[in-house]
C-alpha cells in the first residue's frame, strides 16, 4: 500500500514538472516569435501612426515600393485574448494573422514613444505579457514578459 503511493505520488510529482517545463517552453517560444515580429516591422517602418499605452500601434512601411500598414492589437473577441496582427498592402484586402498560441492570454501588451531629435531616431519600446492558463496537471500559471527597445532605421 505505502509502496504503491509512494510511486504514484512520485509519478503525479513528474507528470506536474513536465508540463509545467512545456507550458513555459510554450510561452517563451510565442513570446520571442512574436517580439521579434513587431521588432523587425517597427525596424523597417517609415513611420508609427498609432502607439498606444495599452492596446495597439500601426506601422506604415515604404520602404519595399509599396505601402504595407500593420496594425497590432488585443483580439478581445478571442479565447483566450491573443495578439493579432493585420496587414493592409496597396490598400488591398487586409490579411490578419495571430501571434500567439490560442492555449495562451495576452495579459498586458503596450507600446510607448520616445520622440527622436535631429540627427537621431524615434525610439519605441515594447512589452507583451503572455501566460498559460493553469491546467490540472500543471497547477498554477506561468507567465512571462518580453520587452525590445526598437530606433526606427527610416528617420
Do not use: W
Not at 509502496?3 to 513536465?18: E, K, N, R, Y
Not at 524615434?122 to 498554477?140: A, D, G, R
Amino acid at each position: 500500500g505505502i509502496v504503491m503511493i509512494s510511486i504514484t505520488q512520485l509519478l503525479a510529482g513528474v507528470l506536474t514538472g513536465s508540463a509545467k517545463a512545456n507550458a513555459s517552453q510554450m510561452v517563451k517560444e510565442n513570446g520571442q516569435f512574436a517580439i521579434s515580429t513587431i521588432e523587425h516591422s517597427l525596424r523597417n517602418a517609415a513611420s508609427v501612426a498609432v502607439c498606444s499605452s495599452d492596446l495597439q500601434y500601426s506601422v506604415v512601411d515604404k520602404s519595399i515600393g509599396v505601402t504595407v500598414t500593420t496594425l497590432y492589437q488585443y483580439d478581445l473577441f478571442s479565447t483566450p485574448i491573443r495578439l493579432r496582427q493585420t496587414q493592409t498592402i496597396d490598400a488591398g484586402a487586409p490579411v490578419t494573422s495571430f501571434l500567439t498560441n490560442a492555449d495562451l492570454n495576452v495579459d498586458a501588451f503596450s507600446c510607448t514613444a520616445f520622440p527622436g531629435s535631429p540627427g537621431q531616431p524615434p525610439v519605441y519600446k515594447i512589452s507583451l505579457t503572455l501566460s498559460k492558463p493553469s491546467s490540472l496537471v500543471e497547477q498554477s500559471i506561468v507567465q512571462q514578459t518580453f520587452e525590445t527597445t526598437v530606433s526606427l532605421r527610416t528617420y
